[in-house]
């Protein structure tokens, strides 16, 4: 069973969702990328992962009795919370304690300690505004980049981002992989992608062909 909330909105702009994940039989799911990456808290086991920035799908088995919680946040402001590269993520999933700044350790066994989902996820919402309470440097250009390409949907020329940012295009290319780990021409596919998909689920008018003209 998969459940999912939204966070409050004071940590809107910073966490897309918690979620939370339990099965009785083996499973096998696809993931799809959403231009977010997620902190996973296997609560069996006592460990976290992080599930870092993907660029095309991936097939995920999961035991059965598996009991999973996590925090998807979109890659733009995670790069700041890790002590490498966030490039060094992609498409893997990897250790929490490697990859996070000392100053966002975490002890997965501490949720355990709460019965409750809703008392579960408050814990993880006040863990997450202590992270953000914390200084860390943004590339505020393009973190203003990021948000233009998630408002447009991904449709947006390359060069028209750079004019519009007064700044050369292979400036641009450089800072932003540096800093999301991917191309934006990647980056803005996956919006796009990401776009399309809730446009298929909710639509029950439009035809595929429509939405595809629409996305781009």
Not at 75 to 82: A, L, Q
Not at 101 to 117: A, G, I, T, W
Not at 119 to 141: A, C, G, H, N, Y
Not at 170 to 199: M, P
């Amino acid at each position: 069973m998969y459940s999912e909330i939204k966070p409050p909105v004071n940590l809107s702009g910073i966490i897309d969702s918690f979620w939370m994940f339990s099965n009785i039989s083996s499973e096998q799911f696809k993931v799809l990328p959403d231009g977010c990456i997620d902190i996973i808290f296997d609560l069996n086991q006592n460990k976290s992962i992080i599930s870092g920035i993907m660029t095309g799908f991936q097939f995920r088995q999961l035991p059965a009795n598996s009991n999973l919680i996590g925090i998807r946040i979109p890659v733009e402001r995670f790069s700041g919370m890790i002590s490498v590269p966030i490039a060094e993520t992609r498409n893997l999933r990897v250790d929490y304690s490697q990859i996070m700044d000392n100053r966002y350790s975490f002890v997965p066994e501490q949720l355990n300690d709460f019965s409750s989902p809703n008392d579960k996820f408050l814990f993880l919402m006040s863990f997450i505004e202590k992270v953000t309470r914390q200084p860390k440097q943004s590339d505020e250009l393009i973190l203003s980049i990021v948000g233009l390409i998630r408002t447009l949907n991904g449709i947006i020329k390359v060069s028209c981002l750079a004019e519009s940012h007064n700044i050369s295009l292979r400036q641009l290319q450089r800072r932003f992989k540096n800093a999301i780990g991917l191309t934006i021409k990647e980056f803005s596919k996956i919006v796009r992608f990401s776009h399309t998909k809730s446009l298929i689920n909710a639509s029950n008018k439009k035809s595929l062909l429509q939405i595809a003209f629409e996305t781009g």
